[in-house]
Every structure is written in structure tokens, then in C-alpha cells.
């Protein structure tokens, strides 16, 4: 910890600050201290489609490190944020007399695997209220509450994440709220029918 400590630099951004761009060298990697970070590409017509947002503790813009080439996607702040930054040279260093540096980074780097493929299906093969389902089942698990959610990002990028727009998802909150499925107040969602909820997440409906 003290080696890794060593080579961190602290880093600051604001809200809507660009942390680095699609194409660009990727000259280390990032840990989130505070604050929150997405991860996105735009299309040609300007669409956003975030692959991930992260927040304290989490780590990202690691491929680059390994693979070194450039950063395959965009990082912006959502959030006012604190980030460590590690030089992607200095680190490299550090991974050869740590080996067991790599071991972990590898296991990120499958669990980052294993959550595009989920998110390929998501977008491919399911609609909207079953993918709202699932990440507010995700969700539920990732803050150990198995009876509400509070959500930490805007229903706007939340849109972006399940590849829809603030529109449709505004109406499938409200479609499954009259289901009786949740209840929503502001950023807290109550899941009222887990066992549907499941259903609808795993066979859309």
C-alpha cells in the first residue's frame, strides 16, 4: 500500500468536466475517491449510450494500462469529484515486483466483462421495463436492501445507461407503479413485488 501510494496523484473535477476523451492516450487509470463518473460513447447523431458510472472505490480507464493503447470510450464527471490517478508506467513498474497487483486487476477486468455481456443482452434482447427491473434488482442487492433503492444518478443518465430516453423511462416508472410493482418518491424507490419484479427482469413482459 505504501509503494501504491507513492505513485498516486491526487486529481480534482468538477461537475461536467471532461475527465478524458475517446481516443485519448491512455497514460494510466483512475480510482474514484468522491463524487460519481460515467463512462460513455456519443453516435454520430449525438445519442449517449453510458456503459458505466462509478463511484467511491471504483476503479476505471484500466485497459489502457495493459493493452496500451488509448482510452476506448469518454469520462466525464457527474458529480464534483476526487480521483487518484496512476501513471500508467509507474504502475507497470510495480505490477512486476507485485504480481498479485495483476491478479487483482485481472479479476476487475472479467467482473467489467461479465457486466457487458449482461448489458449486450439487456439492450439487445430486452425492453425497457425489464431492463429498469433488473438494474433496480441490481441495485436493491448492491445496497443490501432487499425492500427499496435510492438512486445516486439522474433519471437522465439512468435513461442513457438502460439505452432508452428520459420519455420512455418516465413511463415505464409510472406504468409499473401503477402495476403496484414500485412506489417512487423523488430518488427513493420502494419495490413492492420483488417476485414480479424478477419475472419481468428475467422474461420481460
Known amino acids: 500500500m505504501r509503494e501504491i501510494e507513492k505513485i498516486a496523484v491526487e486529481k480534482s473535477f468538477k461537475k461536467g468536466e471532461i475527465i478524458f476523451s475517446e481516443g485519448d492516450e491512455g497514460k494510466g487509470f483512475f480510482v474514484v475517491i468522491r463524487g460519481t463518473v460515467k463512462i460513455f460513447k456519443v453516435s454520430p447523431e449525438g445519442k449517449e449510450q453510458i456503459f458505466h458510472i462509478f463511484g467511491p472505490g471504483e476503479p476505471f480507464g484500466e485497459v489502457p494500462v495493459f493493452s496500451g493503447s488509448s482510452f476506448p470510450a469518454t469520462a466525464e464527471a457527474i458529480a464534483d469529484s476526487n480521483l487518484l490517478f496512476f501513471p500508467r508506467r509507474d504502475f507497470v513498474e510495480l505490477v512486476t515486483g507485485n504480481p498479485s497487483l495483476a491478479l487483482n486487476m485481472l479479476a476487475v477486468l472479467s467482473m467489467r466483462l461479465r457486466q457487458f455481456t449482461v448489458q449486450v443482452e ?19 442487492d448492491k ?17 442513457s445507461l438502460l439505452g432508452t430516453i428520459p420519455e420512455t423511462l418516465s413511463r415505464t416508472f409510472a406504468k409499473m407503479s401503477e402495476q403496484n410493482l414500485i412506489e417512487v418518491k423523488g430518488r427513493h424507490i420502494r419495490l413492492i413485488n420483488r417476485e414480479v419484479l424478477e419475472e419481468l427482469a428475467e422474461y420481460g413482459g
Open 143 to 159: 445496497q443490501k436492501n432487499p425492500d427499496a433503492v435510492t438512486l445516486h444518478i439522474s433519471k437522465g443518465h439512468l435513461a
Open 122 to 140: 439487456q439492450l439487445s434482447l430486452k425492453e425497457v421495463p425489464a431492463r429498469l427491473a433488473a438494474y433496480l434488482l441490481g441495485l436493491s
